[in-house]
């Protein structure tokens, strides 16, 4: 238990330190002065640091949704589903859908063929 609470610290000072630096990163930017190579640098550190937040933000509000009543009514932490297992769902889903849109795909009728044309049927 004590593993997971400094798991959770760990992350949370991770999200601050990531959205502090974010929030540095769209200053400098939106301030101007840098060249274009610094500039894409930092924003390309932006957006990596934009998508850890969203995945911090993301975990923290499916630990939310875990916490439920126990038989006794108080509220009570569950483990989450692996994110792998998640991975694996998804990417399941995604093949069953790439599947279905194959599998209702009507073949396309092909153009009829031109026949050549002798001297004799040109109209001139």
Same mark, same amino acid.
């Given at each position: 238990?004590?593993?997971? $609470?400094?798991?959770?610290v760990?992350?949370?000072?991770?999200?601050e330190?990531?959205?502090?630096q974010?929030?540095?990163?769209?200053a400098?930017l939106?301030e101007?002065?840098?060249?274009?190579?610094?500039?894409?640098k930092?924003?390309?550190?932006?957006?990596k640091?934009?998508?850890?937040?969203?995945?911090?933000?993301?975990?923290?509000?499916k630990?939310?949704?875990?916490?439920? $009543?126990n038989?006794?009514?108080?509220?009570?932490?569950r483990?989450l589903?692996?994110?792998?297992?998640? $991975?694996?769902?998804?990417?399941?889903?995604?093949?069953?859908?790439?599947q279905?849109?194959?599998?209702?795909?009507?073949?396309?009728?092909?153009a009829? $063929?031109?026949?050549?044309?002798?001297?004799?049927?040109l109209?001139?």
């Amino acid at each position: 238990m004590a593993r997971a $609470k400094k798991e959770t610290v760990k992350k949370e000072a991770t999200f601050e330190k990531d959205l502090e630096q974010l929030e540095a990163i769209v200053a400098a930017l939106e301030e101007g002065g840098l060249s274009l190579d610094e500039s894409l640098k930092r924003f390309e550190e932006g957006v990596k640091l934009s998508r850890s937040c969203e995945k911090a933000l993301t975990d923290a509000e499916k630990r939310i949704e875990i916490l439920l $009543k126990n038989t006794q009514g108080a509220l009570e932490a569950r483990e989450l589903v692996e994110e792998k297992e998640e $991975k694996e769902e998804d990417k399941e889903e995604e093949e069953e859908e790439a599947q279905e849109e194959v599998d209702t795909d009507e073949p396309v009728p092909s153009a009829p $063929k031109e026949s050549r044309s002798t001297q004799e049927d040109l109209p001139f």
